[in-house]
């Protein structure tokens, strides 16, 4: 399977092996304080489950990123298919270690994963589904080229902003 390029950072394919990464980064309050809560560790196991699926069946999801040079885990980043306001859409989301944001990490991951759904997936349309707080994740958005579309709301019953761009 391809995978998107990024210059400071490769990109791989969940497995197992790496729950203790995953469960540590959605399992943060820092990471996950736009998200209704942090994950367990099972919860953590079944977001890994989710993403082989959606390799399976779709060819892409979210990948593990880590720094090219040294190895380091970053956090994941990729594409999904999402259903909102009663149309699949693809959508590009991103997590970063607390202690690893604002290096540019998320950006440089989210253009890798939005020139993949465009390059080899033939993509004609982008979104990112954001918490309304979460204005760090609405700068990645817009400086990969998303522009805010639309106010939606989630499965959960909480307000999202819908971030899309033509590709």
């Known amino acids: ?19 203790d990464d995953m469960a540590a980064l959605l399992g943060d309050e820092d990471v996950m304080s736009y998200y209704p809560r942090a994950m ?9 489950v989710w993403n082989q699926r959606n390799y399976r069946d779709h060819g892409f999801g979210l990948w593990i990123i ?21 149309v699949d859409e693809l ?23 939005r020139d993949f759904a465009r390059d080899v997936l033939g993509a004609e349309r982008l979104i990112a589904i954001i918490n309304p707080l979460n204005e760090p994740s609405q700068r990645v958005a817009r400086k990969i080229g998303l522009a805010e579309e639309k106010r939606s709301v989630s499965r959960d019953g909480a307000e999202t902003v819908i971030y899309a761009a033509s590709l």
Do not use: K
């Open 91 to 113: 959508e590009v989301g991103y997590h970063v270690r607390a202690g690893l944001q604002g290096n540019g990490y998320a950006t440089e991951a989210a253009a890798a994963s």
């Open 66 to 86: 880590s720094l090219r040079d040294t190895g380091e885990f970053v956090g994941d980043c990729g594409l999904t298919v999402q259903h909102v306001d009663g």
């Open 40 to 48: 367990s560790r099972a919860e953590a196991g079944d977001w890994i």
């Open 1 to 19: 399977m391809r995978l998107p390029a990024a210059s400071r950072l490769s990109f791989r394919e969940m497995t197992g092996g790496d729950l």
